[in-house]
């Protein structure tokens, strides 16, 4: 089945910085790969994704890039501000099953 | 535009009790998932329904676990026998199932603590 393997598990910058998290996964028939932010006590929400037809896709400070050869994908937020801390996942899915799998996070912390 | 709502948000039970969590999709979307998160992990496939049809369960999803969605519309949970294991964020998710839509939206969670 499919696995997915995220770097880093934590993260500080400051504040104006850009962060980069990064993404690999095993199942070249995965095809859809989403970015959720998640808060303490709240659940995940969606930030960014991008299908396996593109190759870059960006949304004002945020953009999210895919290399299907080397299987992985990473996400880029530029000028981070205090309100980007918190945990970020990135997950892949092949839309056949319908079935989500998730990183293990990373640990966003931005200083102001 | 509401979201997805969960019941309880959290819920402490007693080890061999059962428990049941209810959720409610956004209206109108026909795809509902389940996911466990444990702490410092990212959330874990459980199951997922197509309208009432339920079509793809975890292994995770063990003989103590069910799943239901009678009508298609809100989704039930329930743990029977509950462990200590069994303790995590249960996340709730939804999709309208169109074509070239495959973000899901998720829930706040329950959170369940077995003691």
């Known amino acids: 089945g499919e696995n997915v393997e995220q770097h880093p598990s934590t993260l500080s910058v400051q504040e104006g910085d850009s962060a980069v998290i990064k993404c690999t996964y095993s199942?070249?028939?995965?095809?859809?790969f989403p970015w959720y932010k998640q808060e303490l006590g709240k659940g995940p929400q969606l930030i960014i994704d991008?299908?396996?037809?593109?190759g870059e896709k960006k949304d004002q400070r945020i953009a999210v890039t895919l290399n299907k050869t080397a299987k992985h994908f990473s996400l880029h937020i530029t000028e981070t501000q205090p309100e980007d801390s918190a945990v970020y996942f990135c997950?892949?899915?092949?839309?056949?099953?319908?079935?989500?799998?998730f990183g293990t996070g990373t640990r966003l912390l931005v200083s102001p | 535009d509401t979201g997805v709502s969960q019941d309880p948000r959290h819920k402490i039970t007693k080890r061999g009790q059962n428990v049941t969590f209810r959720c409610d999709p956004i209206?109108?979307?026909?795809?509902l998932y389940w996911y466990r998160q444990t702490l410092g992990q990212g959330p874990e496939f459980l199951t997922y329904?197509?309208?009432?049809?339920?079509?793809?369960k975890s292994r995770l999803l063990s003989d103590r676990f069910s799943a239901e969605r009678p009508k298609g519309s809100f989704s039930t949970l329930e743990i029977q026998r509950t462990e200590q294991g069994d303790s995590a964020m249960y996340l709730c998710?939804?999709?309208?199932?169109?074509?070239?839509?495959?973000?899901?939206?998720f829930g706040p969670g329950t959170r369940l603590t077995v003691l």
């Open positions: 997950a892949a899915m092949n839309t056949g099953f319908q079935k989500l799998v």
């Open positions: 199942d070249s028939a995965s095809n859809y």
């Open positions: 991008i299908r396996s037809n593109v």
């Open positions: 209206s109108e979307h026909n795809r």
């Open positions: 329904f197509q309208n009432e049809a339920q079509l793809e």
């Open positions: 998710a939804s999709n309208p199932w169109r074509e070239g839509s495959d973000t899901q939206y």
